[in-house]
């Protein structure tokens, strides 16, 4: 921890001290700093504080797993490997989507491992954006959409998503976002930061849109895995949908394996083809020793990541539970490992409360509005942390709404 | 049923309350069925794994195993029977190899042990043979590593 932490701290004050910003681009300058940040700041400098402001699982990655990435390094394997990532990594993503989703990619052309979803994300956008293409993005979402498509000379499209419909990107609202600069609509479902989920029906109504008007979708489903009460929809599975679809996942939410950055994209040929040009020149490769990982993961992982999910389920009724009993409106999360309370019967905003909260119960959670303009009067708190913190993270938010 | 094992296999002094939202039925129905299972030996105790070294008690363990010679007919259940009532023995099994049964034994000390062995278990008529192994360090028991758990090392905010 000390290391990551001084790490951070630097770069803050590097950023305090007003260095000059000349030689920095415009455009780079233009991007607004992630909200998390801040919160970054203020948690370091405290002790004693229970975090449900986390995005990873707080599992360790499985051992097996880690003992397969130890493996592989004893035995001398740490050189590049294809752009397209190892072979065997590749057949086995091929057949868990003909295993699960009845989908076929073709290990040889249709399938890029990266390094980590958030790559997969970045060479999706710079791969089909033309400089004002329009990329529609409903919100809340993950914080880095906006700024990749931004960085690849596109325009993000926010379309809002609301608690009432259990933020859901309804197809009609997708609809009227669309102008003749559209070029492709980003899911992110099971979706952080609100939990929700996409039922199929809701999907085949976006992908009626999609056909219409001709556009691409990029798909990220990295927490397709941890869905509850029911099963995950992969968007290419829809009929049409794989020729004009890029699926991301990858291994970080499923296998507990954030750090070691492996994750993937499933696409038509052309598109991965076009994927492939741009990651061959910025990362040449995922890290192999993450790659031998995948391939473990993927052979004898699904026992651990099961028992991972059955947690987490258990979790997430406790913390829904919990919120509710205090006053804060939570709609239930289907999938991922966030609920999304509503904090507006308090009449603070999510940052106000969120520093109030951290400052005066020591609980971290993260402003929802840093998700999107519409996540404001929410808060995201994850519940990828132990029974015990969770109820004690509760049992410090009673008495800080009790205390307003 | 399973779900309820699962939860409490690691921590039996979880609030039924909780057991209950977890698992989406009732407090009541949750608490009758612990009962239920408790009842039909499915939960056969709650038990608490103690570093005794740490509390400042020591304790010598050895595994004994034994070689056995068969009577006719009663086969190994009646000599493992036999074994298993000495409260210095805490676990007994059956185990296929050189030898037929494998003890764990707990003593004050380890002349406490080896009289133990000596007097009580190689002096049945069936015990052909033992041989004791002493424990020098547990590493691992019940499922629980007994030395420093892994500590989760994220970062307190992250997207």
């Avoid at chain 1, 086995?92 to 073709?106: F, H, T």
């Amino acid at each position: 921890m000390s290391y990551s932490r001084k790490n951070v701290r630097n770069v803050l004050l590097y950023h305090r001290d007003g260095m000059s910003d000349k030689f920095v681009s415009t455009r780079v300058k233009e991007i607004p700093p992630s909200g998390i940040r801040k919160f970054f700041d203020l948690v370091l400098e405290m002790d004693g504080v229970i975090s449900l402001g986390v995005g990873e699982p707080d599992f360790v990655t499985p051992w097996h797993i880690r003992e397969a990435c130890i493996y592989s390094l004893e035995k001398g394997m740490t050189s590049y490997t294809s752009n397209l990532g190892l072979l065997e990594l590749r057949e086995l993503i091929s057949k868990c989507y003909r295993n699960d989703y009845d989908i076929d990619y073709d290990p040889g052309s249709e399938i890029l491992v990266t390094t980590g979803v958030s790559e997969a994300a970045d060479l999706a956008f710079r791969a089909i954006i033309n400089p004002g293409d329009e990329i529609i993005v409903p919100e809340p979402c993950y914080v880095s959409y906006k700024p990749s498509v931004f960085l690849a000379g596109g325009v993000p499209v926010p379309v809002p998503t609301y608690c009432e419909n259990e933020f859901r990107a309804g197809a009609d609202q997708i609809k009227e976002s669309i102008t003749e600069r559209t070029k492709a609509l980003v899911l992110s479902y099971p979706n952080n930061p609100t939990g929700a989920v996409m039922r199929k029906s809701d999907l085949e109504e976006i992908a009626d849109v999609v056909v219409e008007n001709d556009l691409a979708v990029i798909s990220d489903e990295v927490y397709g895995k941890l869905t509850y009460d029911g099963s995950h929809t992969c968007f290419s599975s829809l009929s049409g949908m794989k020729e004009r679809s890029i699926i991301l996942n990858g291994f970080s939410k499923s296998h507990a394996m954030t750090g070691l950055r492996l994750g993937y994209a499933a696409g038509s040929e052309p598109l991965i083809a076009a994927m492939t040009k741009v990651h061959q020149y910025s990362m040449l490769c995922a890290p192999v020793t993450a790659q031998m990982g995948g391939i473990e993961a993927l052979k004898n992982g699904d026992g651990e990541m099961k028992k991972m999910v059955r947690e987490y389920d258990r979790r997430r009724r406790l913390i829904v539970r919990g919120l509710n009993k205090l006053g804060l409106e939570c709609f239930e999360p289907k999938g991922a490992f966030y609920a999304f309370p509503s904090i507006k019967s308090t009449g603070m905003t999510s940052e106000q409360f969120a520093s109030r909260l951290l400052k005066e119960q020591k609980v971290a959670v993260v402003p929802g509005d840093v998700f999107g303009g519409c996540g404001e009067g929410y808060l995201r708190c994850s519940y990828a942390t132990s029974r015990e913190e969770l109820i004690e993270a509760l049992g410090r938010m009673e008495a800080f709404i009790d205390s307003l | 049923m399973k779900e309820i094992l699962e939860i409490i296999e690691n921590n039996p002094r979880i609030d039924p309350r909780e057991i209950a939202t977890m698992t989406g039925i009732t407090e009541a129905a949750a608490a009758s069925k612990i009962k239920e299972m408790e009842k039909k030996g499915i939960i056969r105790k709650y038990k608490t794994v103690i570093d005794w070294e740490k509390a400042g008690e020591e304790f010598v363990y050895a595994i004994i195993e034994i070689k056995v010679v068969l009577r006719s007919r009663t086969g190994y259940d009646a000599i493992a029977e036999r074994i298993a009532k000495f409260p210095e023995v805490r676990s007994v099994r059956l185990i296929s190899g050189d030898h037929d049964l494998s003890l764990t034994v707990r003593g004050k000390s380890m002349k406490d042990v080896a009289f133990f062995v000596a007097e009580k278990i190689a002096t049945l008529e069936q015990v052909q043979g033992t041989v004791t192994h002493f424990v020098l360090r547990t590493y691992k028991e019940d499922g629980d590593v007994l030395f420093e758990k892994e500590r989760s090392e994220r970062l307190a905010v992250s997207p």
